[in-house]
């Protein structure tokens, strides 16, 4: 038997824990792990930015409820896995063992920089180790509460070799996470408070998602008819078009519940922490959660905490409800959530039907929506949605309804700019595996949601946005990926500075000091972009299709022509500047803010709802 490199014995572990396709850049020395996996038979992603693999690695473990894997030289991507608990395994290379303190190439102490940021950093210190290292890493990025585990692979272990390859351990497939039941005392507590409430409300966050809640969730709310209302990523798990669901009002919502019960969503920045104003003073949150440290915190409390996995202990609470059910008669809760949401969707769709040129990102994305579902119904769940950029990602949030979990990515807690084409890849892998002919069905990795058959990744980005990673296009096009990629483009960060040309010239003149700044002229403002850049073209030289689209006409056929080209396709749509203010999400400002610009409660609930709004197609979600 030949010896065994390190290389060779970390590829091998990999593909005996079932991993079948790995994110990354190769560089010295990983790449030869990366060959070894490739000889094995793992296919291997390679991108042009570090930062996207392993944005692409988080995604797809998020996806295929198994942790992703990204192999890199240094080391990237762990911030976002945590924060968004995706299971990811990171494998990166590093200096020689015998050249650490000595200034060696790319030096740095991973180890210690890592730790407290990941669920386990380890660097194994011999060729035996290797296989009990990459399995515990891989095992405690998976169970319990998913997130990022790390690897160090200094240069001489991968390179080293082993003369009796027969005698190193071999891992194995491990088995799915354990999914732990809640202690019945607490449930029948947490029951007796819902039975009780007069304003109950459910908020479905992106942990029911991944924790393929949906079927028990969607049971309970059907049995309980309490309303309910999806973060962003947890938008699917029951369906947009529910007549249950109370997104188009959610302030209403917040404003007014009595009892909420959290499932897979936390109390951070998204809702708020449950503080007042938003919240009602006197709320009382259930949540259930597979993380322990998570319960208790902020306007929560322990008492009301219940520990397990949603799947599994949904169930055990319907069955204490039994066959009770909220009653809206017994408050006027449910007729303000129809009242709000009947404004908002009003307001919304005067929005949408605006002609004005340039377009606005409503009407340009509400003709993107229009085209893509007379292709594609929503019901076929067949469209993976791809989120990023301030704008582009709150007002298509509201726009784009999907009515299977797990179809909508974007930028996540920490509201990370770049993850867009990283994401598009892992969900084109995760759900059409590697390889397929555009336009094939095929089989990926993910469990299925939907109908059977291919899916079609659609990215809407905003200029800004897609700039962080606007390379990996040409990633996709050397995988085949036919992905569809909308860039909202209005020159600049939140909002542009001019909607020609000719006034963006001047500014331009100005800051560069040819023109009249001294005289009372201004120059570009920082979150200024070059006026009408040409991203198609960037599809065009990857052998694409590049489209551009100014009016909303224009971006129906563009939508249909690149549905139907089979290739890469980017579509630069042309849209109005946008108005200047503030910067900040518009979720952040709070009822008092609000009130101190002249904005009272009225307005804020209309200004989230326009947010929030759900498409009503044919009268459906018409029971709030």
Not at 39 to 62: M, P, W
Request: aromatic share 6%.
């Amino acid at each position: 038997m030949n010896p065994s490199t390190g290389a060779h014995i970390i590829a091998r572990s990999l593909r005996d824990l079932g991993i079948a396709v790995i994110f990354g850049i190769v560089g010295i020395p990983v790449v030869e792990i990366a060959e070894e996996a490739i000889n094995l038979g793992i296919k291997f992603v390679g991108f042009r930015n570090e930062q996207a693999a392993s944005y692409a690695a988080g995604a797809y473990g998020y996806l295929t409820g198994k942790p992703g894997v990204c192999l890199v030289v240094g080391g990237p991507g762990i911030g976002n896995s945590s924060v968004n608990a995706f299971p990811f395994l990171l494998l990166a290379g590093s200096s020689e063992t015998h050249l650490i303190h000595k200034g060696a190439f790319q030096e740095l102490d991973a180890i210690s920089f890592l730790t407290p940021h990941t669920k386990l950093a380890v660097r194994p210190a011999t060729l035996e180790a290797i296989p009990d290292a990459v399995q515990n890493a891989y095992r405690i990025a998976w169970y319990g509460r998913p997130g990022p585990s790390f690897v160090d692979l200094p240069a001489d272990l991968i390179q080293a070799t082993d003369s009796s390859p027969a005698d190193l351990k071999r891992v194995s497939l491990i088995p799915p996470p354990p999914k732990p039941s809640a202690e019945e005392t607490i449930l029948f507590k947490v029951a007796q408070l819902l039975k009780t409430a007069k304003s109950p409300l459910i908020v479905i966050g992106k942990g029911a998602a991944y924790a393929r809640a949906s079927d028990p969730i969607n049971s309970f709310v059907t049995q309980s008819q309490i309303p309910f209302l999806p973060t962003p990523m947890g938008k699917g798990v029951l369906s947009d078009s529910h007549p249950l669901n109370a997104a188009s009002a959610r302030s209403t919502a917040l404003r007014e519940s009595d009892v909420v019960l959290l499932l897979g969503a936390r109390l951070n920045w998204i809702l708020h922490f449950g503080s007042p104003p938003k919240w009602n003073p006197s709320v009382k949150f259930i949540q259930i959660d597979i993380s322990g440290d998570e319960l208790g915190k902020n306007a929560a409390d322990p008492a009301l905490a219940v520990h397990g996995d949603i799947a599994t202990v949904i169930p055990q609470l319907q069955a204490h409800l039994s066959t009770w059910r909220y009653k809206p008669d017994c408050s006027p809760f449910t007729s303000h959530l129809l009242a709000a949401k009947e404004k908002n969707l009003a307001t919304a769709a005067k929005k949408a039907a605006v002609t004005d040129l340039p377009m606005t990102h409503s009407s340009a994305l509400s003709a993107i929506e229009r085209t893509l579902h007379s292709l594609s119904s929503p019901d076929d769940g067949r469209i993976v949605y791809i989120s990023e950029g301030a704008n582009t990602m709150d007002i298509s949030r509201s726009i784009f309804p999907v009515s299977y979990p797990r179809l909508r990515l974007d930028a996540g807690t920490h509201a990370t700019m770049g993850v867009g084409m990283g994401y598009a890849i892992a969900a084109h892998i995760a759900y059409n595996g590697v390889g397929a002919t555009p336009g094939e069905a095929s089989v990926g990795y993910a469990n299925a949601v939907g109908k059977p058959g291919r899916k079609k990744i659609v990215c809407l980005e905003g200029d800004s946005a897609f700039g962080f990673s606007g390379m990996e296009v040409e990633t996709m096009a050397r995988y085949g990926m036919d992905v569809l990629i909308f860039i909202v483009n209005n020159a600049g960060v939140y909002h542009g500075d001019a909607d020609d040309q000719n006034t963006w010239k001047e500014l331009q003149n100005s800051t560069l000091g040819s023109g009249n700044a001294e005289k009372g002229g201004k120059g570009l403002r920082s979150t200024s972009l070059s006026f009408g850049t040409q991203y198609e073209k960037m599809a065009d030289m990857v052998g694409g299709l590049g489209l551009v689209a100014s009016t909303p006409e224009e971006v129906e056929n563009a939508t249909r022509e690149g549905w139907k080209s089979g290739k890469l396709c980017v579509v630069n749509v042309m849209v109005g500047k946008g108005e200047g203010g503030k910067l900040e999400f518009g979720w952040q400002a709070n009822a008092s803010k609000a009130r101190t610009a002249g904005v009272g409660e009225e307005g804020q609930e209309q200004r989230d709802g326009e947010e929030m709004r759900e498409k009503d197609k044919g009268g459906r979600g018409s029971k709030l």
